[in-house]
């Protein structure tokens, strides 16, 4: 099993471009998880899909944020503008199924973002 | 809302060192309570979890207990290696949701 894959592992970028994460979970994990990690912050929860259907959207930030699951093995997040306070670790994890009580999540190793 | 508070570090420890992060939680109802493991460059990983009152979770020497009655989710080690030195998140999930509460971590550094 290779586990959760991120790509890519950094990204270094200037202020206002398009910033595209991506995000392959687990075969046969039907739930999926954007989280944004700062030291700020700490762990966020951007987002939440369930069999490909986005069901809690409410932990994105703001509409520069977008993020899609076109098909249960591939997940985006996009950041269009990006800005240097986006600059954090973005994580994606999986799990078999809903709720996190009973399914534990396998995070992916994180997409470093810098925005200059 | 729920939320989880967790001792702040950074911890130093000398190998075979005890030890201890304490961690409490606010919860509207009756949680199920977690503690996840990031090393350094990787993602976070579940180390053990609790889903009940008076519950024990334990694995690869670490272990906490579901307190109810003092909200807490204190994490014991007690001989820590090298190998333990990272971060470690306490986190909480209510009602079976989907959502996990993260505290802010406490990173751990362990001496040989």
């Known amino acids: 099993d290779a586990g959760v894959i991120q790509s890519p592992r950094h990204e270094v970028t200037e202020m206002g471009q398009e910033v595209t994460l991506r995000c392959k979970p687990i075969?046969?994990?039907?739930?999926l998880f954007w989280y944004r990690q700062t030291m700020m912050r700490g762990l966020e929860l951007l987002i939440y899909?369930?069999?490909?259907?986005?069901?809690?959207d409410s932990g994105m930030p703001e509409d520069r944020f977008s993020a899609k699951m076109p098909n249960a093995s591939f997940s985006t997040l996009k950041i269009q503008p990006s800005e240097p306070r986006d600059s954090a670790v973005y994580f994606c994890a999986s799990s078999l199924a809903l709720g996190a009580a009973n399914e534990k999540l396998f995070f992916g190793s994180g997409t470093q973002l810098s925005v200059l | 809302g729920d939320s989880v508070t967790q001792m702040e570090g950074p911890v130093t420890l000398s190998e075979e060192a005890f030890l201890t992060i304490n961690c409490t939680y606010t919860a509207t109802g009756y949680p199920s309570l977690f503690w996840y493991v990031q090393y350094p460059g990787e993602g976070l990983q579940l180390l053990l979890k609790a889903t009940k009152a008076d519950d024990k979770g334990s694995n690869k020497g670490f272990e906490a207990t579901y307190r109810k009655e003092t909200t807490s989710f204190h994490l014991e080690k007690g001989s820590v290696q090298v190998s333990d030195s990272a971060v470690y998140f306490c986190?909480?999930?209510?009602?079976?949701?989907?959502?996990?509460?993260f505290g802010a971590g406490t990173t751990v550094t362990v001496r040989a």
């Open positions: 075969s046969g994990h039907n739930s």
């Open positions: 899909f369930n069999n490909n259907v986005p069901i809690d």
């Open positions: 986190a909480l999930s209510d009602r079976g949701d989907y959502k996990l509460s």
